[in-house]
């Protein structure tokens, strides 16, 4: 690591000025302003009779901060929407704009930059490396952006998604649903403007699932981060603040919901109950996982103190 750029790195090694709030590019603007926007998206697969229409003009916005589901059934082309929003796939037609640049007028090198600089992942596959450990899967985009790891937000990140013991392992040694929550830590360690997230809890037990879509809930509400989420699931799409409901390429819905607070408070053990912990996670972190995101987010909040040698890479 050689280069600093944009982090708040004063908590890191303990050295330096106390943390400021969030600093990176993707939060420096406002909540409320367009983040992720696509104009007339048009993605056709094939010709002749094998001809696709998998998205049909599709318009949106979404907002800083936003916390967004796309439902919708299969085949409605959920994963294509993410895909073009994203940057992984191009539209036939139509323009996508993350934080007012258009993307599909970027050379590729331009594209792979902001990509990288700006955009987090979760695929309904992990795409982790396997010859990599957790950790070093998890800091790839930061080594490969040159940008220093903010190690309370690397502990928080890892603890609220209970990984913080499975941090040596290689993928092969770790379940798919340890897999995964590697996968969403990878996404979260840069704190993109926007990370968009194809079915991330599909591989996660009924705990795990809340746990973690409370930590992106939290990542909304708090810190202002951009979420944009496909699922299946409607007690999923439940926990956000805005559920697009695709059929058949076209939006059919759109509709805010209403923040439940405590939304998964039947599935993470009460205060006083006997109810075990979110496997993998920490009882207080299945009570609260937010709480320690806060915790990070704040200047000078972070109680605990750095446990993994997140500067070695
Ligand atoms: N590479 C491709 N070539 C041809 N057709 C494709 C391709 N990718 C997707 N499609 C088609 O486009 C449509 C939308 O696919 P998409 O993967 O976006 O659906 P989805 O809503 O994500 O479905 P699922 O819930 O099963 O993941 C489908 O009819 C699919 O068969
Ligand atoms: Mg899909």
Redesign the pocket.
């Known amino acids: 690591m050689s280069v600093a750029t944009g982090f708040q790195a004063g908590s890191y090694g303990g050295v330096g000025p106390q943390p400021q709030a969030p600093a990176v590019p993707g939060h420096a603007g406002r909540r409320g302003e367009t983040v992720v926007e696509a104009r007339g998206l048009t993605r056709v697969?094939?010709s002749g009779e094998a001809q696709?229409i998998?998205l049909d003009e599709v318009s949106l916005a979404v907002q800083r901060g936003q916390f967004v589901a796309i439902m919708?059934?299969?085949?409605?082309?959920?994963?294509?929407?993410l895909h073009c929003l994203a940057g992984l796939d191009a539209p036939t037609q139509g323009q996508v704009l993350i934080a007012g640049r258009d993307i599909t007028a970027m050379r590729d090198q331009e594209l792979t930059t902001l990509r990288r600089d700006q955009l987090g992942f979760v695929f309904?596959s992990f795409n982790l490396l396997p010859t990599l450990s957790a950790e070093e899967n998890i800091l790839l985009p930061l080594r490969l952006a040159h940008r220093k790891p903010d190690t309370d937000w690397y502990n928080a990140v890892v603890t609220v998604l209970g990984i913080e013991n499975r941090l040596e392992h290689r993928p092969s040694e770790l379940s798919g649903g340890q897999q995964q929550r590697v996968a969403v830590a990878r996404a979260l360690i840069g704190r993109p403007a926007v990370v968009f997230a194809d079915?991330p809890t599909g591989a996660l037990d009924t705990a795990s699932s809340a746990a973690l879509l409370d930590v992106l809930a939290q990542t909304c509400q708090t810190l202002g981060q951009t979420v944009v989420m496909?699922t299946?699931d409607p007690e999923a799409a439940a926990t956000t603040s805005r559920i697009i409901r695709?059929a058949d390429?076209r939006i059919t819905q759109d509709q805010a919901v209403e923040r439940r607070s405590g939304a998964h408070a039947a599935s993470a053990p009460a205060p006083g109950t006997n109810a075990p912990a979110a496997p993998g996670t920490q009882a207080q972190a299945a009570q609260d996982p937010g709480r320690q995101v806060r915790a990070a987010a704040s200047p000078g909040g972070a109680s605990w103190r750095p446990r993994h040698a997140a500067g070695s890479l």
């Open positions: 697969y094939g696709v998998a919708g059934a299969s085949g409605s082309g959920k994963s294509t929407l309904q079915e496909v299946h695709l390429g």
